[in-house]
């Protein structure tokens, strides 16, 4: 079940439709060339960009805006985060820890936009923010130890138990992609599902104020889950030994700068 959109509808008649037609696409009677989902994730990405080229061109180290004291707050408290997490690396995954907190809290709460629909109530959606974070983490494993290093990461400290514990590992890691896709999705589905089942057969003014607070709440929540899981596996990836981690450590947190922001926001 997924509610349709009046925007998606709307862009795909007028827009994509024709577009999709002139390139030689049929389309069936009520079929549009571009699911409702896509569109919004069109949306999302395209206010994201113009969002980021704007503050990129007023980023001021005299006269900060008060948008950009805004992104620093947020980008300190992701660092901050990111630091005690994921360790002294941690500088390097902040642009795409912060751009993937924003777009999946965009497209969790836009739903509540009359006309939208949130595309995170889509399990495709979900799965194709997952996927990418999979991918990542164990990019930057292989990167940090080579292929063979980061194989015997699986296998555990004891080694023989490592029969055992790898194919354990590799079952839990392959898994962290359903986890991750089925918990946003099932969260921001069923927020959708008694949003829209209270505003159709109960009081719809009164219901959609009270629960448009909680779903707001729990919208960020699952954003911020998202990303702390992010920072979790990229931690469990790129991890050291404690000798290497005690002869490296103790670096101080450092406030972003102007340049910091732009390099994250580009």
Request: contains cysteine; charged residues 10%; glycine residues 6%.
């Amino acid at each position: 079940m997924h509610e349709q959109s009046p925007v998606a509808n709307f862009i795909n008649q007028y827009l994509l439709d024709p577009i999709a037609r002139a390139l030689g696409f049929h389309l069936e009677a009520g079929q549009h060339a571009v699911p409702d989902h896509i569109v919004m994730i069109l949306l999302i990405s395209l206010g994201l960009i113009t969002f980021a080229l704007w503050l990129r061109c007023r980023l001021s180290v005299d006269n900060p805006s008060r948008m950009q004291h805004l992104v620093e707050v947020l980008l300190e408290a992701l660092q901050g985060l990111a630091q005690s997490v994921i360790g002294k690396d941690y500088r390097r995954f902040v642009p795409l820890l912060l751009v993937l907190g924003i777009y999946i809290l965009i497209g969790n709460i836009i739903g509540m936009v009359p006309g939208f629909i949130s595309p995170t109530s889509n399990f495709n959606v979900t799965a194709s923010c997952a996927i990418p974070v999979f991918l990542y983490y164990n990019y930057h494993g292989i990167r940090k130890h080579g292929l063979f290093g980061y194989i015997l990461h699986f296998m555990g400290p004891v080694w023989w138990l490592a029969w055992l514990l790898f194919p354990v590992e590799i079952v839990s890691h392959m898994a962290r992609m359903f986890s991750l896709s089925m918990r946003l999705f099932g969260n921001i589905f069923a927020e959708e599902l008694i949003i829209a089942s209270l505003n159709q057969y109960i009081f719809p003014f009164l219901t959609s104020i009270l629960v448009m607070f909680l779903a707001l709440f729990a919208s960020t929540i699952q954003a911020f889950i998202f990303v702390l899981l992010t920072m979790v596996y990229l931690s469990g990836a790129v991890e050291e030994s404690e000798g290497h981690k005690e002869e490296h450590g103790g670096a101080e947190h450092e406030s972003p700068t102007p340049t910091q922001v732009q390099a994250a926001v580009a």
